[in-house]
């Protein structure tokens, strides 16, 4: 207790029985033990306000001189308590903080607590973006609490306050009493009671800088927040939600087959730090009972990615490892902080489950029942292939330049899929690669790094944004990959991230397979937009020039060498970002028929051709994602059916809709499947290649309320490929959102799964039919 409140709580419990109800009760609530937040007030100035917080947006707080301060005068600026929920509105609580007023504009929106912060879920991530809940400060010169309101006496100084929140049960409802005094003479500036109905103040709790949303930057106030308290038996504790300093950890590992063997390449990500803190990250594994240090590495000071690479790694067993941070703080303490988890052995005996992911659109944040799967399925590898965010994510707008900014709006984005899925990607080695949203853009065709000029960021070649924060996204999502093949950057200095990582028995070819891809102004789509074609008797011949690129010649090559290149393994897997055909015929709503998405890698044709040439000879599965609609395609280049399968996994969180009814729009098709479903066989797809769609998890239009509901009518889920690498087989699962995928029953696939492939179907010899 600070020496203010406990001198209040002291003179008001020697009062109390003279008090009324309301202060009587502001006694009691003062009398409980109110247990300081975070460390503040010796953390060094920094955007990153630890690891008990979730600021919204992150990039408009810093740490300033022992406080949080609000950097903007725009709306409902908060911070989220992540530790602690009010969960029991039979017990009392009570909160504590001091607000100093930094800056005032035309409007003060005031600042103080909202508690009672919920989602339709109220689970505590998911609680952290919704709006809501129950007030509890001073706005422009009046108490406010829930919905009542008073004024304070004329000339009152609100500039430095210190807020007492306390509740306590009070039969169905609760009884809350807000206190203000000023901070520097403890004088009393007002007390304000109200009752509100008990759900009300269950959710998360925060503190607010200009509570009114609407209110613009350059309109508001903005404030300064320190000395945060709480307790109460109301309130729920659970410091293992803490997110950082440490945030999480990525790893892959992978047979070099040479000198250094196994090499274990491993990312610590922490929040955006100071200067004045330190940029050390230790790594150490667990021998014999003990910590051992393997080293310590350095931050990057814009990806905030601390990355080891550890040759000769003893891949035959499993580790515990830790990462360590040791963050100094003003007063010359260190507060210790680590994140553990295992580094799997090799798989060797057995077949290797491979957990494969695409597309988290934030409405279905944070995604609990696909982590709980992968959780309870434990593969031995992970992969997200691309928009592990959206623009949207987390709302508060989008940032494009200068770099600084766009980096840490990104970054507070991305933060969102670790905080969802961390518990997995703790223990499993994981390639994760970046797609368009992940560089804010609705398509990329990046034309080798090329600068966007003026236009769509649908539609236009290049990247739109500067290379210095495509560099972020790509070090964030992959700088933990093995070796990449020829790290040489391509235009901007925009860095490249193609290579392979060879694991139980199988290589993985990893392509960014949009990098060097041209762009749709190259050819007349017919239509207003670029990369649709919406005209059903256009001639899709005239889209497919000659010099149009999709892998790019560097990719070609190394696809090339990779496919040749047996050593070490004996099935291989290509994981890029989006299928080599446009399997979807309907986008963005239920009769948007569209006749092809150059977006799609069936486009250009003639490339989409050389590439699966080339990869024929590897008899890889081609597992990729981004169309947010599952499916399993077996190419055709001469012929049909004479190349390689891709398995397109669900979203997990699918957005924007797409549809494959082919029946429905009269595309002809050959050889329907045995299992006889709607919209599969042998198809030319709308750009005239050769598909043939074995099984597709079409969608239904997603309507529920409830976010999880919502993703599993959209066709949500996630992949398993389970490789055998003494069958030579694939078996390929596709899973819905809201199951359980251990459970057994028939309906948690999407139909036409499962299927088992053998690796030489890879090459056009078939046996499924
Ligand atoms: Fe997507």
Redesign the pocket.
């Known amino acids: 207790m600070s020496s203010l409140s406990r001198r209040s709580a002291l003179k008001l419990l020697a009062a109390s029985t003279a008090l009324p109800a309301g202060q009587a009760q502001a006694a009691q609530a003062e009398s409980l033990e109110l247990q300081p937040v975070g460390h503040w007030k010796t953390t060094h100035n920094r955007v990153f306000l630890g690891g008990e917080f979730w600021a919204n947006p992150m990039e408009d707080w810093r740490i300033v001189d022992g406080a949080a301060e609000c950097q903007t005068t725009g709306g409902d600026r908060n911070i989220h308590l992540i530790t602690r929920q009010l969960t029991d509105a039979g017990k009392p609580f009570a909160m504590s903080v001091r607000v100093g007023r930094v800056e005032s504009r035309r409007i003060d929106g005031g600042a103080g607590f909202r508690i009672g912060i919920k989602s339709e879920l109220n689970e505590y991530r998911s609680n952290l973006f919704s709006k809501g809940g129950v007030k509890a400060g001073i706005i422009d010169g009046k108490l406010v609490l829930a919905r009542r309101t008073q004024p304070l006496a004329d000339g009152a100084d609100t500039s430095d306050v210190v807020f007492v929140l306390s509740g306590s049960p009070a039969g169905d409802q609760v009884q809350l009493t807000l206190t203000a005094k000023n901070a520097t003479s403890g004088e009393e500036l007002g007390t304000l009671t109200a009752q509100v109905p008990a759900d009300f103040v269950l959710g998360n709790v925060a503190v607010v800088s200009n509570f009114e949303p609407t209110i613009k930057k350059g309109q508001g106030a903005r404030y300064r927040f320190s000395d945060w308290r709480v307790g109460g038996d109301a309130v729920t504790v659970d410091e293992s939600r803490a997110f950082g300093p440490l945030l999480w950890t990525m790893y892959t590992l992978s047979d070099s087959r040479g000198d250094e063997g196994f090499v274990m390449k491993l990312s610590a990500l922490t929040g955006p730090l100071g200067e004045d803190d330190s940029k050390d990250v230790e790594l150490q594994v667990e021998k014999g009972g003990e910590w051992k240090s393997l080293g310590t590495t350095q931050l990057d000071t814009d990806a905030w990615t601390a990355t080891f690479r550890i040759p000769n790694w003893d891949e035959k067993h499993a580790a515990a490892y830790r990462v360590v941070y040791q963050e100094k703080q003003t007063d010359g303490s260190t507060v210790e902080s680590s994140w553990s988890g295992k580094i799997k052995a090799n798989p060797s005996g057995r077949p290797l489950r491979l957990g494969a992911l695409t ?1 988290q659109n934030d409405y279905g944040f944070p995604y609990e029942p696909v982590v709980e799967n992968l959780l309870r399925l434990d593969p031995d590898m992970l992969y997200f292939s691309g ?1 592990q965010l959206y623009e949207g994510h987390g709302g508060y707008g989008l940032i494009r330049d200068p770099a600084g900014p766009a980096i840490l709006n990104y970054l507070r984005k991305f933060y969102q899929f670790g905080m969802s899925f961390r518990d997995a990607l703790k223990d499993a080695p994981t390639v994760c690669i970046p797609d368009d ?1 992940d560089v804010f853009q609705g398509n990329i065709w990046g034309e080798g790094g090329k600068a966007m000029g003026e236009g769509s960021t649908s539609s236009k070649g290049g990247y739109r944004e500067p290379a210095r924060m495509v560099n972020v996204v790509h070090k964030t999502c992959a700088g933990h990959h093995p070796d990449y093949f020829d790290p040489t950057p391509c235009l901007q200095d925009i860095s490249v991230y193609y290579g392979d990582m060879v694991y139980g028995g199988v290589s993985f070819a990893i392509l960014g397979d949009r990098q060097w891809k041209s762009g749709p102004e190259h050819v007349d789509s017919g239509s207003s937009r670029a990369d649709h074609v919406k005209d059903p008797n256009y001639d899709v011949s005239t889209l497919d020039k000659p010099g149009l690129v999709l892998l790019g010649e560097r990719q070609e090559k190394f696809l090339e060498h990779w496919g040749s290149d047996w050593r070490g393994h004996s099935m291989k897997v290509l994981l890029s970002q989006t299928v080599f055909a446009a399997v979807a015929t309907h986008h963005g709503g239920y009769d948007g028929y569209l006749k092809a998405d150059l977006d799609s890698g069936g486009w250009p044709q003639t490339a989409r051709n050389r590439a699966i040439e080339i990869l024929r000879k590897s008899k890889a599965l081609h597992i990729n994602g ?1 169309q ?1 609609l599952t499916t399993l395609t077996q190419y055709g280049v001469k012929e049909q059916r004479d190349s390689n399968w891709s398995f397109c996994t669900p ?1 997990i969180a699918a ?1 924007y809709p797409r549809w494959w009814r082919p029946d429905e729009v009269g595309m002809a098709h050959e050889n329907r499947p045995q299992h006889g479903l709607a919209n599969t066989g042998e198809f030319l797809d709308g750009l005239g290649n050769k598909a043939y769609v074995y099984a597709v998890g079409n969608p239904v239009v997603g309507k529920d309320r409830n976010r999880y509901r919502k993703a599993h009518e959209k066709g949500s889920g996630f992949g398993l490929v389970t490789i055998d690498t003494d069958s030579k087989t694939y078996h390929i699962e596709s899973f819905r959102f809201l199951i359980d995928a251990t459970d057994g029953k028939a309906d948690n696939q999407f139909p036409g799964w499962p299927v088992t492939l053998h690796q030489d179907e890879n090459a056009g010899q078939n046996r499924l039919e």
């Open positions: 597309c928009d949203h981004d947010h979203a957005g």
